[in-house]
């Protein structure tokens, strides 16, 4: 979009190399001190910079892909009455312009007294001069850590200018005011995504250390914080909480008859049975010991309670092929009192898979809590 350089009155009143330079370290430091969502206007105001008094017609920057394969114009000023090319100059292949790649990586610079004069070498690069109507134009690399990463250039449109040396060291003083200026946001985007990825290692780490590697279930040690914060919540909401504990019948001899692996297998296969019976927001399934899993409710009554657990026996009976699997469940409902402990709870609701136990297993018993 054109931009009328009366926006920037301050720029076009200064000409001399000392106001100018005094100008240059004004935008550094607004530079330096810019968020990066700040930065695409300090660097605007740069090119901007260059250009005031009608000293260019066009400035932009353009940055290369880390291939060198294309190029992609990112920032633009244009002056007065000159058509903006910045929204069709994007992801430029390189290939289309050789001679300007390969002057601009062996000189660090291309200068453009007359385009009308380059050689017939310059290819696609000057047809594309031409067809823009550009006579002159001036472009200066951009480093980062010795690598160039792209170049800021500016364009005259229907005249031609023989550039100075002040005019290339102009040139090359914003574009290593910009350079540094990415190479801050670059190592701030890095830092920030290298800390999102040691939030997520160590937020994987806290999950695998509260997981129970065979089943996916949580451990025990994840049971016990999330059975403590359960009895604080449903004490202070003065609602139920249902608490179940299944232990697999005859998982000894199982393993004794069909080996460990068969073991493992019944394990995984009554932990899939129960993640999908209990998968209510806020439910709870863990594996509590070598044969034993632990159900945390909330707000389930016990009449609830021991619908789900009927319906568990059924579907833990054929959940594996290799053997029939039944299992005995213990049940407790209650409104946790402000001195219930979790292991007052672990233990009545233990005495209940007991007593199911006693009364011949595939079974469930519910125990009052008083």
């Avoid at 004004?26 to 700040?38: C, G, Q, V």
């Avoid at 903006?84 to 292949?93: D, F, G, I, R, T």
């Amino acid at each position: 979009m054109t931009q009328n350089p009366d926006a920037t009155p301050s720029y076009s009143s200064r000409e001399t190399s000392e106001s100018f330079a005094y100008l240059i370290s004004e935008l550094s430091t607004n530079l330096i001190n810019a968020a990066p969502e700040e930065a695409e206007v300090h660097i605007e105001k740069a090119l901007a910079a260059l250009g005031c008094n009608d000293r260019k017609d066009r400035c932009y920057v353009f940055l290369f892909d880390d291939s060198y394969k294309q190029m992609s114009n990112t920032h633009e000023w244009v002056n007065r009455g000159i058509t903006a090319h910045k929204e069709e100059l994007q992801n430029v292949p390189l290939e289309a312009m050789p001679w300007f790649f390969a002057s601009m990586r062996a000189d660090g610079q291309v200068v453009v007294p007359s385009s009308q004069n380059l050689p017939d070498v310059a290819g696609g690069f000057k047809d594309e001069l031409l067809r823009e109507s550009i006579q002159s134009m001036m472009a200066v690399g951009m480093y980062l850590e010795g690598r160039l990463i792209g170049f800021v250039g500016c364009d005259l449109v229907q005249r031609a200018c023989d550039w100075n040396e002040q005019d290339v060291r102009q040139m090359q003083l914003v574009a290593d005011m910009i350079t540094n200026t990415i190479a801050r946001h670059r190592t701030e985007a890095k830092l920030h995504e290298l800390q999102a990825e040691l939030r997520s290692a160590n937020e994987r780490l806290a999950q695998l250390a509260n997981e129970d590697s065979l089943t996916g279930l949580i451990n025990r040690r994840g049971l016990d914080l999330a059975l403590a914060t359960e009895l604080r919540r449903m004490q202070r909401k003065q609602e139920q909480l249902s608490v179940l504990m299944v232990d697999i019948d005859h998982f000894k001899e199982l393993n004794d008859r069909q080996g460990h692996l068969a073991g493992d297998v019944a394990l995984q296969c009554v932990a899939t049975e129960l993640s999908r019976a209990f998968k209510r927001s806020g439910e709870v399934v863990a594996r509590y010991g070598g044969d034993e899993f632990l159900i945390l409710s909330p707000s389930m009554n016990a009449e609830e309670a021991e619908q789900r657990a009927a319906a568990l026996l059924g579907s833990v009976r054929c959940c594996t092929k290799a053997s029939e699997i039944t299992v005995s469940i213990g049940i407790i409902s209650f409104i946790p009192g402000i001195d219930t402990t979790p292991e007052e709870a672990i233990r009545r609701v233990d005495k209940a898979v007991y007593q199911a136990k006693n009364n011949g297993r595939n079974c469930f018993v519910r125990r009052s809590y008083e």
